[in-house]
């Protein structure tokens, strides 16, 4: 008889800490490898599937998904049979993409979700392999920012066009003529599609649906002019008008990509300073960054100036700038999708900007090794990290301004520390510091 699963109960060398989720079929568990010693995920089936569908059909996914060896394809680390019950282990995401709420999602977050997902669906497909059951439930994410196509078990080997499947995948996200027992290469890239088209606006379309449909002034204003037309036809209903699979789609949608980000970065590399000039100000703000830096977080480059700044801070303290994104390069597992700073998953409110403000992922916060200060609002257990503009709880904005070390003068306007014999601006407010003379002053 199969043992009940709770925290603490021992799989062969994992031990189990805490349920991730649950279906019909399996349970998913962050659990802990006690031989090499790390976290991973542990898929673990029920204790009847194997007396309905048989050994076979249990082993069937990590049969396919060791066929396939791709970054954007959850990887198989290790699958076997644990006191009755199939167990496949594979890395541990911070998340699916469900679980990442709308107004978390950045146009520039969504665009690569989609990009990594037709990458892995594109491997897949050249492996003669459907999905079938393409929906946010199976995207994870990794803490690197990279999203992953999991759970293969509803997939099946490609033998021939008139081979009828059985029943899967997920209404709502299923191509028609997959829900007619049909599905093709390009069921997948449909049920991507779906997606693509709620990352952007937060609408699921239902089928027949016309086009322009629910929201589309939406999608116009986020989405690339180059990728529009590329998600239209990986959505379009009738499936001989789609791409034929996901491979076709994705060679397309990295050329539309490959297109804007040409079109973006030619003008600006025209009017940068040769390098082989010497920067004054950025010599200086190096020589800052050496002596006073690392106690700053100072470890990125302000994409006008290539000064250093922190995360932390709402303007260059170089060139002035409040236009740098650190979505690429946060440490944090989340972005707000106003400033795209760096947020935690168990925050409801960007401490960064006002305008970022989201639903928490519901557990407690933990405690903030980080943290210096108390949020001041009664009942409020908001932690707050320095030079937090508001609370990542409920959003009061800091009225005591902050002190650093490092920073000994303070800004006439926020009163916010600054560096005025360093420092060309505020890195809080943005104000132009008069007596900024050490450093020649150059144009920002």
């Known amino acids: 008889m199969a043992i009940a699963l709770r925290r603490g109960t021992r799989l062969g060398k994992y031990r189990l800490d805490s349920r991730l989720g649950q279906g019909a079929f399996a349970e998913v568990w962050r659990a802990r490898d006690l031989v090499e010693k790390r976290s991973l995920a542990l898929k673990v089936t ?40 199939f167990v496949i282990a594979t890395d541990l995401a911070i998340g699916n993409l469900e679980s990442f709420k709308r107004n978390r999602r950045s146009s520039k977050f969504a665009l690569q979700v989609v990009r990594d ?35 293969f078990g509803a997939s ?26 049909r599905p093709r290469f390009t069921s997948d890239v449909f049920s991507l599609g779906l997606i693509a088209y709620e990352l952007f606006t937060g609408v699921l379309l239902s089928w027949p649906f016309d086009w322009p449909p629910d929201r589309h002034d939406r999608f116009v204003s986020k989405v690339p002019e180059s990728v529009q037309p590329i998600l ?5 209903f009738n499936p001989t008008r789609r791409y034929e699979n996901a491979r076709m789609f994705h060679e397309a949608i990295e050329a539309a990509v490959a297109q804007e980000e040409a079109r973006r970065v030619t003008p600006r590399r025209r009017r940068r300073t040769p390098r082989h000039t010497p920067s004054p100000l950025l010599a200086g703000a190096r020589a800052f960054q050496r002596m006073q830096g690392r106690h700053l977080g100072m470890r990125y480059d302000c994409y006008r100036c290539e000064g250093p700044i922190s995360e932390s801070m709402s303007f260059c303290p170089w060139c002035g ?14 972005v707000c999708p106003e400033c795209e700073r760096g947020v935690r998953a168990e925050w409801s409110a960007c401490p960064w900007c006002y305008k970022g403000r989201f639903e928490s992922n519901g557990r407690a916060p933990r405690h903030d090794s980080r943290a210096t200060r108390r949020c001041g609002a009664r009942g409020c257990a908001g932690q707050l990290r320095p030079f937090m503009r508001y609370c990542p709880l409920c959003k009061r904005k800091v009225a005591r301004p ?9 800004c006439p306007r926020c009163r916010w520390p600054t560096f005025k014999s360093f ?20 144009r920002g």
């Not at 459907?130 to 994870?140: A, G």
């Not at 420092?423 to 150059?442: H, I, K, N």
């Open 232 to 236: 239209r036809k990986a959505a379009e």
């Open 117 to 151: 997902v037709a990458a892995g669906l594109a491997h897949a497909h050249d492996q003669k392999i459907l999905h079938r059951d393409v929906k946010p439930e199976n995207i994870l994410i990794f803490d690197d920012g990279r999203a992953a196509v999991s759970d």
């Open 321 to 334: 700038t409040g236009e740098n994104s650190f979505r690429a390069v946060t440490s944090y597992p989340l």
């Open 402 to 410: 902050w002190r650093h070390p490092d920073l000994p003068d303070r």
């Open 156 to 181: 099946k080997f490609a033998k021939g066009a008139s081979e009828t499947y059985t029943e899967a995948g997920t209404l709502g996200y299923m191509a028609p003529e997959q829900a007619y027992g």
């Open 46 to 85: 029920q204790p009847d599937v194997v007396s309905q569908f048989g050994r076979d059909a249990v082993e069937l996914e990590a049969f396919i998904t060791s066929r396939l060896q791709h970054p954007n394809i959850v990887a198989v680390r290790n699958a076997d049979w644990i006191d009755g019950r």
């Open 423 to 442: 420092l060309r601006f505020c890195p809080w407010c943005g104000r132009r510091e008069v007596r900024a003379g050490v450093f020649p002053r150059t």
